[in-house]
Structure formats: structure tokens, C-alpha cells
């Protein structure tokens, strides 16, 4: 899994301009982008929602953060529930 994640940032630095571009956005250093395409530390998840925007989507939280992404990121704001849409659940219907 580690590679798809290296591949990931690989394809957020390709569709941004390269690495320094992808730093630069996110106010990191150079050095810190090369260490993730390189796979030598993780992408901080305080980055992922600026790279998932970044990139227009075309790297998504899960790619990034495969291991744990459901467990420190709420659904995308495309895929969010219509609050119009949802039926609330009563525990008390058909309790009567």
C-alpha cells in the first residue's frame, strides 16, 4: 500500500507543477514533499483536505491516508447527505 500511496503524491505534484509547487501551496518545505513522494514519512492529515483541493480531486483523502482516512475524515462536502433528504429515525415509532 505504501507505493499506491507514493504514487498518489507523485500524481498531486504532477497535477499541481511538481514538488515545489505542492510545497509551496501548502506553505511546507520542499524537502518535506520529496520525503512523502520518497515514502519516507506519511502525508500529515492537516494536508490532505488542501491536496485533495489542490488537485481538483484527482487525489482523494483515501489515496493519501489508505490505512486510517475513514477513522479522521468526514465524507467529502460533494457526498454530504441532503439535510432535506434525511429521514430522522424515532426509537419511539410504533411504540403506541
Known amino acids: 500500500m505504501k507505493s499506491h500511496v507514493k504514487a498518489s503524491v507523485k ?3 504532477k497535477v499541481v ?5 505542492l510545497a509551496t ?4 518545505s520542499d524537502s518535506q514533499v520529496n520525503q ?4 519516507r514519512r506519511s502525508i500529515p492529515v492537516k494536508y490532505c483536505q488542501s ?3 489542490l488537485t481538483e480531486g484527482h487525489v482523494s483523502v483515501q489515496d493519501l491516508r ?8 468526514p465524507a467529502p462536502k ?8 434525511i429521514s430522522h ?7 403506541q
Open 11 to 13: 500524481k498531486a505534484c
Open 17 to 21: 507543477g511538481g514538488q515545489r509547487v
Open 25 to 28: 501551496a501548502l506553505g511546507i
Open 36 to 39: 512523502w513522494v520518497k515514502g
Open 51 to 53: 491536496i485533495v483541493e
Open 66 to 73: 489508505p490505512y486510517d482516512w475513514h477513522l479522521v475524515w
Open 78 to 85: 460533494t457526498m454530504a447527505a441532503d439535510p432535506t433528504q
Open 89 to 95: 429515525y424515532d426509537p419511539n415509532e410504533g411504540n
